[in-house]
């Protein structure tokens, strides 16, 4: 249960909005999006659980896909503090496991 | 706001000598996880525990490796003969893990990791 994720880095200007994708051939009972500062562990940013969800988070806005086999992140007026690596989570109910995508790490130039 | 706590933060070792992670997740959590993350890669699955006992394992986790949860709040890693290669950020994560998909439910909480050195 492959999670792709694209792009792996994104270098932006403070204020500009971006997209992070996450793609895989297989279902998922849920979509996570996590976010990893330097030298820390993985926080959650948004759970999705429903076919089509859209969910926001302040500037944050998840969707997970009607086939739950996709999703995206958007972050709007990007700010320096959003730096980090942003990771997308498929979670299985059935078996109980989560798989992470390889990570997209933002850069914002201020 | 509850979390899950990992010590030692950084350990450095000597290549073959034994090594123990502990991590204390968040108290009302039925579900405990350990992952590994190689500097600048993704995060990579190692093992899960519910009801005292490994439910899952990784091909990564194999017979140097060990977890237990010894007195019911730590939850131990043990790496039994250290290489170079286990040179890695090791995260601990819990999770309150319910029968239905309910909002909320089934997500991590991780903890700040622990930095080991294989030198």
């Known amino acids: 249960q492959l999670l792709e994720q694209s792009p792996q880095f994104l270098s932006i200007q403070e204020g500009e909005n971006l997209t992070v994708y996450c793609n895989s051939s297989?279902?998922?009972?849920?979509l996570q999006w996590y976010r990893q500062e330097p030298g820390e562990g993985p926080v959650l940013l948004i759970a999705?659980?429903?076919?089509?969800e859209l969910t926001s988070n302040g500037r944050l806005t998840a969707q997970f896909g009607i086939t739950r086999k996709d999703s995206f992140l958007n972050i709007s007026a990007s700010i320096p503090s959003d730096v980090g690596i942003y990771f997308c989570?498929?979670?299985?109910?059935?078996?109980?496991?989560?798989?992470f995508g390889s990570g997209t790490k933002l850069n914002v130039k201020p | 706001e509850p979390e899950v706590t990992q010590t030692p933060s950084h350990q450095v070792t000597q290549m073959g000598q034994e090594v123990i992670l502990r991590c204390v997740p968040i108290?009302?959590?039925?579900?405990f996880y350990w992952y590994r993350q190689i500097l600048g890669q993704k995060v990579e699955f190692l093992v899960s525990?519910?009801?005292?006992?490994?439910?899952?394992k990784s091909e990564i986790f194999d017979d140097q490796f060990s977890v237990e949860r010894p007195d019911g709040s730590n939850f131990t890693l043990k790496i039994r003969s250290t290489k170079l290669e286990d040179s890695a950020m090791y995260f601990c994560?819990?999770?309150?893990?319910?029968?239905?998909?309910?909002?909320?439910?089934?997500?991590?909480?991780f903890g700040a990791g622990s930095r080991l050195t294989v030198l």
């Open positions: 994560a819990s999770s309150i893990g319910t029968v239905e998909l309910l909002s909320g439910a089934n997500v991590l909480t």
């Open positions: 297989s279902v998922f009972s849920s």
């Open positions: 999705l659980y429903k076919a089509g």
């Open positions: 989570a498929g979670y299985s109910y059935n078996f109980n496991k989560f798989y």
């Open positions: 108290s009302n959590h039925l579900y």
């Open positions: 525990f519910y009801n005292n006992e490994i439910s899952e």
